[in-house]
């Protein structure tokens, strides 16, 4: 099939020529995993927007993906921040809704001063995690509000952002506890295990420190209690065993890369990964600011993520303000759309293993390589078509006359590699690049091409309306796949 030829096809296709994969493979994919009782900051970010976008694309190319959201809601933080509850004459009676995750947030601070400095109440505390443990009462009774409350704040930024989470993909610490102690017996009866200062350790082979000594992961501590690295391996053994996945994928970032390394090593041995299984650790780097440090607030706290994409849509709406043919609810819905999408755009438009500067005034730019400028690219093709009038269909002979138009062609053809090159690394950045060069191409056909000008022939005009048409399909299918929406209008 010619250039030309497949341009016209594309117009009929919604998946523009990307194939189907013939053996469908099923995902566990963990991301975001906030903590409960604090408040998202804006170190959830990166997990839950690439996150997200990965599972989007792993759908799309036809796998299942079972995203599971690992938060941290278990163990000796619990303990401390109930006991000080306790202490605050705080025991369940009122409305758990009238302590915001705000007020959690500074219970836990207080409980962690309070943990640090007083030894009597660090000894309460762990004794409050046995009783935690035990399934007693009370204990479980302020627990279960901790976590009714961080979930109704957890799923308020979901929504927030576009990300797709429910309450129905958490799949906390304390969900795995109950396979702990299996998971151990069974490491243990492989002759998996020894016994290392009184704890009981697996030691991957091939992992040592710089003195050249085994590295281990503490699967029991020396006073019974479980160490961190079981949850994570009975982890590995709930979703390929219990839950038939093939793959697993951990939205991670990067600093954890050694310990997801001796995770899955210690799960193959086990025989939890078999031969076909695949275990991959996406990681990434760090959002920074203009010195290249993690970016803070200036009182020097960790930046709320509320507040980050609550000015993301603010500094939008300050944009979209100009836009008068807009009334105001619609105003309203393309500032989050730009606001939201410049957030997520300069995120995944970065190799997510490298750091990158957080920088408002460039993510939200009109022009260069921003969530914006695709938007607008976009918008102003569905201009150009609602001027058009009828869209010519699949049929239209398209004819290539200039370089421009033979040079957008090869882009959009491109679609099919990019998705491809895009799920083989995990690498959301190259469909931003994707995108990037699509609207670039555009921009450059539309200059030397004319459309609707009197002068362009009849049949050069339906040839171009249906280049017009197929360029805002891979513009706003590729944004979607990345979590990004496309106003009609901006």
Same mark, same amino acid.
């Given at each position: ?100 995750? $705000? %007020? =959690?947030?500074?219970?836990?601070? &207080? ?5 640090? #400095?007083?030894?009597?109440? !660090?000894? *309460? ?120 996945? $093939? %793959? =697993?994928?951990?939205?991670?970032? &990067? ?5 997801? #390394?001796?995770?899955?090593? !210690?799960? *193959? ?222």
């Amino acid at each position: 099939m010619s250039g030309w030829q497949a341009a016209a096809a594309l117009l009929g296709d919604t998946r523009l020529g990307a194939p189907v994969a013939e053996r469908p493979r099923r995902f566990a994919l963990d991301y975001s995993s906030p903590n409960v009782a604090k408040e998202m900051h804006v170190g959830h970010l990166r997990s839950s927007i690439i996150g997200d976008a990965i599972g989007g694309l792993l759908r799309f190319a036809g796998h299942e993906v079972v995203p599971h959201n690992h938060l941290g809601d278990w163990g000796t933080p619990f303990g401390m921040l109930i006991e000080h509850l306790i202490d605050e004459g705080w025991a369940g009676a009122r409305d758990p809704a009238r302590h915001t995750i $705000t %007020d =959690l947030n500074n219970f836990y601070q &207080a409980a962690r001063q309070k943990f640090d #400095a007083d030894e009597a109440f !660090a000894g *309460r505390a762990r004794r409050r995690v046995v009783l935690l443990q035990g399934a007693d009462e009370r204990a479980l009774g302020l627990w279960h509000e901790l976590v009714a409350e961080s979930t109704r704040h957890f799923e308020a930024v979901y929504d927030l952002l576009g990300i797709e989470l429910t309450g129905e993909d958490i799949y906390g610490e304390s969900f795995y506890n109950p396979f702990l102690g299996d998971a151990v017996d069974e490491l243990e009866a492989k002759g998996l295990t020894e016994v290392s200062d009184g704890a009981v350790c697996v030691f991957p082979p091939g992992f040592t420190n710089r003195e050249g000594d085994r590295l281990p992961l503490i699967v029991r501590k020396r006073d019974g209690g479980y160490g961190y690295a079981v949850t994570d391996l009975a982890t590995v053994r709930y979703w390929t065993r219990e839950r038939g996945c $093939t %793959d =697993l994928l951990y939205a991670v970032g &990067a600093p954890q890369a050694q310990h997801f #390394a001796m995770i899955f090593e !210690a799960s *193959r041995h086990a025989g939890w990964l078999g031969e076909d299984d695949s275990a991959v650790h996406i990681g990434f780097g760090s959002i920074v600011g203009a010195d290249g440090k993690t970016i803070r607030t200036r009182a020097g706290g960790s930046v709320k993520l509320a507040e980050l994409l609550t000015e993301a849509i603010d500094r939008a709406a300050a944009i979209v303000a100009e836009r008068t043919e807009l009334d105001a609810a619609e105003r309203a819905e393309v500032a989050r759309a730009v606001g939201i999408g410049a957030v997520k755009y300069a995120d995944l438009r970065n190799d997510r293993e490298k750091d990158y500067v957080f920088d408002w005034d460039r993510m939200l730019a009109m022009d260069g390589n921003t969530a914006v400028y695709l938007q607008y690219a976009n918008a102003r093709i569905l201009s150009i078509l609602r001027k058009a009038g009828e869209v010519p269909g699949e049929g239209t002979h398209v004819v290539l006359r200039e370089p421009t138009e033979r040079a957008l062609v090869l882009q959009l053809l491109r679609w099919p590699a990019a998705v491809r090159a895009v799920i083989e690394g995990y690498a959301p950045h190259k469909l931003c690049t994707y995108l990037y060069d699509t609207a670039t191409a555009f921009s450059a056909f539309y200059e030397n091409c004319p459309i609707l000008a009197a002068s362009t022939p009849a049949e050069i005009r339906s040839s171009r309306l249906v280049l017009a048409q197929v360029t805002s399909n891979s513009l706003t299918l590729g944004m979607s796949l990345l979590g990004i929406r496309a106003p009609q209008r901006l």
